[in-house]
């Protein structure tokens, strides 16, 4: 039994050679060549081998426990999408009812709004229910009714993708909805303003993310009254139109008819007539 034990500590190496323990809390590493680091290695206490690997848990759970609270810590900052909210017309003049749009302009695919708009109940009032009018854009979960808007002077919206168009998330720049405003005040000359609460504005993209938002308010006048002075106005008179003369038209002149010459005949010379010679007959005697 004895040379078999032998046999088996020559077979281990050094590694369990007494002069190689050194103390009794020492490394024993087994298998790594003869460098630098296999000697620093055997040379490390157990307590200090224990630590490191308590500090490496610690921290791994640590890294791990604040990315599942924040999932986007991590993410590229160009993948965060930049969005601008508005009213159009940014300004308008009611005298009655008048119709505004709200548009969305976003550099990513959207999947979810949520905004809240802000007016004076006392000086404006919704004559309609909003309309919500994008076709993909058009799950809705809050809208504020037209009766509750009037007395708050709040329009709170929030949609959502339509999860069967998901492949046609919208991008660019598109209209979200509309609603109609008529004044709710008989002053004159009154302005007021229609603005997004930024607390509440909310775009978020197809990849989960959510946006940089601007929102850009809308400007109203109400009842306005002009307040010129028309200037008198001082009669020109019109210019009696000289009739334009009739052109008379020019007789052509008649052609004067040349003296027709007349021919004094040339009396020829009556030809002398030849006297004709007569025949004599001389009788014949028998």
């Known amino acids: 039994m004895e040379p078999k034990s032998s046999t088996n500590q020559k077979s281990n190496g050094s590694s369990t050679h007494p002069s190689h323990a050194g103390k009794g809390d020492a490394v024993i590493v087994h298998g790594l060549p003869e460098f630098w680091i296999t000697k620093l290695l055997r040379r490390l206490p157990k307590k200090t081998w224990l630590y490191g690997a308590i500090i490496l848990f610690v921290s791994f759970n640590i890294l791990l426990g604040y990315e599942i609270q924040n999932p986007q810590i991590l993410r590229s900052k160009a993948a965060v999408g930049q969005a601008m909210i508005s009213i159009k017309p940014s300004q308008r003049v009611l005298l009655g009812d008048g119709v505004f749009q709200l548009w969305l302009t976003v550099d990513q695919p959207v999947a979810f709004t949520r905004m809240e708009l802000a007016f004076n109940p006392a000086t404006l009032k919704l004559t309609q229910e909003v309309s919500w009018i994008h076709p993909s854009l058009n799950r809705k979960i809050m809208m504020t009714a037209?009766?509750?808007?009037?007395?708050?002077?709040?329009?709170?919206?929030?949609?959502g993708l339509d999860p069967t168009r998901k492949a046609h998330a919208p991008t660019g720049t598109f209209q979200l909805a509309e609603f109609h405003l008529a004044p709710?005040?008989?002053?004159?000359?009154?302005?007021?303003?229609?603005?997004?609460?930024?607390?509440?504005?909310?775009?978020?993209?197809?990849?989960?993310?959510?946006?940089?938002?601007?929102?850009?308010?809308a400007g109203v006048t109400l009842n306005p009254v002009s307040t010129v002075t028309p200037m008198a106005v001082t009669g020109t008179p019109v210019p009696t139109r000289?009739?334009?003369p009739t052109r008379k038209p020019e007789s052509s002149p008649?052609?004067?008819?040349s003296p027709t010459q007349i021919l004094t005949p040339t009396k020829r010379p009556t030809n002398t007539p030849t006297p004709t010679r007569k025949t004599e007959s001389i009788p014949i005697t028998n």
């Open 146 to 159: 037209m009766n509750q808007a009037n007395a708050t002077g709040e329009i709170a919206l929030a949609v």
């Open 254 to 257: 008649v052609p004067t008819k």
């Open 242 to 244: 000289t009739p334009t």
């Open 184 to 217: 709710n005040t008989t002053a004159q000359n009154v302005t007021t303003t229609i603005a997004f609460t930024a607390s509440a504005l909310q775009i978020i993209g197809s990849n989960g993310i959510p946006m940089n938002v601007i929102s850009k308010e």
